[in-house]
């Protein structure tokens, strides 16, 4: 269990990784170690000036392509206050009608149980909704998505009353109504505790819990549930070879869907593919170390092709694991294309990737300084499928932000994302929404 801060931001980044960094450090795997606090794991690198030459040049004809240091394409263009307007948004946005939707952790009033919002592309910014715990739900960790003009999402907590629950699916409109689709029972025969998005298929909705589904907490599910409140789990991981700990959504191709699970496998997680009739196939297993370990975010496809990315491993060495890029194939070849060696470079991505023309975008949660007194305030970078790294925009914390845990958007030419941390000054905010444009 990690140590929480007493900040809203630290406090929420604790309790989102407690499975995910408890999956490392409980395997008594190399490269988990702890900042000041016991809050958070800190990503171990090789000295900074060994790695400079590592950072790929830029590249000026890329799409995106944008000077390191400068960032003149990038803008901060809201700060959370951490009150009212919530705090530490770990999830991707979400356009519907030319407006983002996002959630945040924490926040949202004296229940600090997190918030639905609005922001426009130009700054402003309203709260659709603010979650009041107990049978209400609580702390959405995970991006909406839009069905029929209405956006669903998760809270990993809630859902029982003064006990805590845990976690819901729910409905909210554009004018701010919400409705509770399903409260998770945990136990034996359902989810608890779902960390990640939920995807629409056929008029369905399917997503993934990290717990529940076996008889001392469970190896987590995938489940389905209506839009009218019907669930059922399709399936169960027996935290054996089939995976464990799923903390990432799925994603649809053809007639299948996909996924990953942080544990599991040989301890270092999994890609599955799961049919919505419930029958599971492991297409690969991560091996740990050079080939990445704990992969948690979403993958998505592109030329028949899985992309995700891992927040442990990618190095031989056991005091490095930084985390990498891989590509997939759905015969269970696996690929790396880029493995983070902090410092300049980022290091331990949360999030998972887009494809924008053929290239892949994403965030890292550390690196991207190269002081060595300070692990970074994370990086948006660009990869492309021959494995060639990009870093667009290093964080600088305070005003820009820090600490992207989430994934990225692109929208009218420009990619916009969200950090949990930082955004009023050097010692305050609860994160921010920012563009990055050409």
């Excluded at 689709?181 to 990640?196: C, E, S, T």
């Excluded at 194939?329 to 990737?353: K, M, N, T, V």
């Excluded at 887009?354 to 300084?369: H, P, Q, S």
């Excluded at 925009?393 to 932000?401: A, I, L, P």
Aim: charged share 15%; with cysteine; hydrophobic share 35%.
């Amino acid at each position: 269990m990690l140590i929480a801060r007493s900040d809203f931001a630290y406090v929420a980044r604790a309790r989102s990784l407690r499975m995910l960094f408890s999956v490392v450090c409980g395997a008594a795997l190399a490269g988990c170690s702890k900042g000041s606090g016991g809050s958070l794991p800190l990503p171990a690198g090789v000295p900074d000036g060994a790695i400079s030459s590592l950072v790929a040049a830029q590249r000026p004809n890329e799409s995106f392509m944008l000077d390191p240091w400068t960032s003149a394409g990038f803008k901060s263009i809201y700060a959370f206050k951490g009150g009212m307007d919530g705090a530490s948004p770990q999830a991707n946005l979400v356009e519907l009608n030319g407006v983002f939707y996002g959630t945040t952790v924490s926040g949202g009033g004296s229940d600090n149980d997190g918030t639905v919002f609005e922001v426009s592309k130009s700054g402003s910014e309203r709260v659709l909704y603010s979650f009041k715990g107990g049978t209400d739900g609580a702390s959405p960790e995970a991006s909406l998505i839009a069905v029929d003009g209405k956006l669903y999402g998760t809270t990993r907590f809630g859902g029982d009353g003064p006990s805590g629950g845990n976690g819901t699916v729910f409905e909210v409109s554009t004018s701010g109504k919400e409705r509770i689709l399903h409260r998770f029972k945990g136990g034996l025969d359902d989810g608890a505790f779902p960390y990640a998005n939920l995807i629409a298929v056929n008029g369905a909705l399917y997503g993934t819990t990290e717990e529940g589904g076996g008889p001392t907490g469970g190896g987590g599910t995938v489940y389905e549930v209506s839009t009218s409140g019907n669930e059922s789990v399709i399936y169960h991981f027996k935290n054996q070879p089939d995976g464990a700990y799923p903390l990432a959504g799925l994603i649809a191709l053809n007639g299948e869907l996909y996924g990953t699970t942080a544990g599991g496998g040989t301890l270092n997680g999994t890609v599955f593919e799961v049919s919505t009739s419930g029958e599971e196939n492991v297409l690969y297993t991560f091996k740990g170390r050079l080939d990445g370990e704990t992969p948690a975010a979403n993958l998505i496809a592109l030329n028949g092709k899985l992309y995700g990315t891992t927040t442990y491993g990618g190095s031989v060495n056991p005091s490095i694991s930084n985390g990498t890029v891989f590509e997939v194939s759905l015969s269970g070849r696996e690929r790396i294309l880029h493995r983070f060696q902090a410092g300049l470079d980022g290091a331990s991505p949360l999030a998972g990737l887009i494809a924008v023309r053929g290239e892949l975008y994403g965030t890292t949660y550390f690196g991207g300084t190269a002081a060595p007194s300070s692990h970074g305030n994370g990086i948006v970078f660009e990869v492309n499928k021959s494995g060639q790294e990009s870093v667009l925009h290093r964080f600088q914390g305070g005003t820009e932000g820090g600490n992207p845990a989430a994934g990225l958007i692109a929208a009218g030419g420009a990619l916009y994302g969200t950090t949990s941390d930082a955004g009023l000054s050097s010692a305050s905010g609860d994160g921010t929404v920012f563009k990055i444009s050409p």
